[in-house]
């Protein structure tokens, strides 16, 4: 049983929910559920700690963040079979990729704070500088597709910046934010500063409407980010969001064709699709549309099947792929349920043509392994079927010609473009989306401005007559 982590204790308060295993369909675990009255306790614990951890000099918040780092480390093992069990996802993504950047999240942003000076700017009898504040408490709510990356990558930021924090994990993935709470205790992390509940969407928002909260980072749909921003909004708190997308790939036929199907499969297909960075529209030049269709239906074949994260979710995918047929489109590959995996939340790695640009298909966000393939003719073709979309989240150009490749990135409208490479991630880089995909930008000293507020203090300096 799953209990909460409030002011460095566990607290068993509030009725209890399943998690399921998506592998099996069966239950995996019981988990408490946040209440209001839990809620207001893990924020009056986050508003105990929070002065007193600002208060420390950054480089001694930089040197919690590396022991956390390392505390990470020391549970590797029992991080990655817990982010597996909750979600199903390889073994080989989850030792390379999720756990480790947990331990990566804190390092880099311990040493971004330590060495980021503050602004000074000097004029003849004029000094201003700024000093930069904490927000305070920070309501992290964190998704399910990259529970334990995404966690982290919102803590270390928030945390050494001087804010103690009340982390919501999904109610689909709680296990390696579980963990997480007891490395904080394991390190000997001053209490409060770290607080974790459970609970569904009701306990988030129980969460961001708690006056005394004082910014809210968060990553998911962009229909819970409006519900977020309308809640907090007449307390004036400040938000960062990443939101929803639809993401485009371009690809030119003077690409290396090999590299581009091969970085194609990762952008649709990693973690089932279940990533806001994957691609689902793809726009292919005419003169290989037809070569590259059936080089990737092929490769999507050899995909393993990845499970959805529920049963709901699975559910969702799999209208989509009766939609397709129904808006008249033509299955490359997949469209339905793996033959030998009728248990647990499977669906075909789905590869479709032949919708208009407009249809549900094509503009709504799916969220599972399955992307649409159309032609074009022009590189502004591309560039205004690439950017016919309401969200803005992340694109991929796949071209050998230098010229084109920033041509075509400068125009995308997108806060992400990736040119013949996918996901690859330099965690001092602004990211986040333009459009309905989010407001703000996490990342480097972006993170940084997000959880914290500078104070200008400007100085007039008498001329001295000696
Ligand atoms: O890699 C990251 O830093 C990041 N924020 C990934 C977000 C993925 C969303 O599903």
Sequence with gaps: MLTHFIGGEQVAQGPVFPVYDPVTGSVLRQVHEADSAVV??????ARAAAPGWAALPVTERAAWMRRLADGIEARFDDLVAAEIADTGKPLEQTRTLDIPRGAANFRAFAEIAAQRPDDAFHLPGVLSYTVRRPLGVVAVIVPWNLPFLLMTWKLAPALVAGNAVVVKPSENTPSSAALFAEICAEVGLPAGVVNVIYGYGTAGQLLVEHPGVDGVTFTGSTRTGSTIMRSVSDRVKPVSF???????????????????????????????GQVCLCTERLYVERPIFEEFCARLAARAQTVEPQPMISAEHRQKVLSYYELARSEGAKILTGGGVPADREAGYFVEPTVVTGLSEDSRFNTEEIFGPVCHVAPFDTE????????????????????GSLDRAHRVA????????????WYLRDLRTPFGGVKLSGIGREGGTQSLDFYSEPTTITIKLEQSDA
């Design 40 to 45: 207001d306790r893990a924020v009056q614990a």
């Design 242 to 272: 990443e939101l929803g997308g639809k993401n485009a790939g371009v690809i030119f036929a003077d690409c290396d064709l090999d590299r581009a199907v091969d970085g194609t499969v990762k952008s649709v297909f990693t973690n089932g």
């Design 380 to 399: 502004s073709q591309a560039v205004d079927l690439a950017n016919a979309s309401e969200y803005g989240l992340a694109a991929t150009v796949w071209t």
């Design 410 to 421: 400068q125009r995308l409208e997108a806060g992400l473009v990736w040119v013949n490479t």
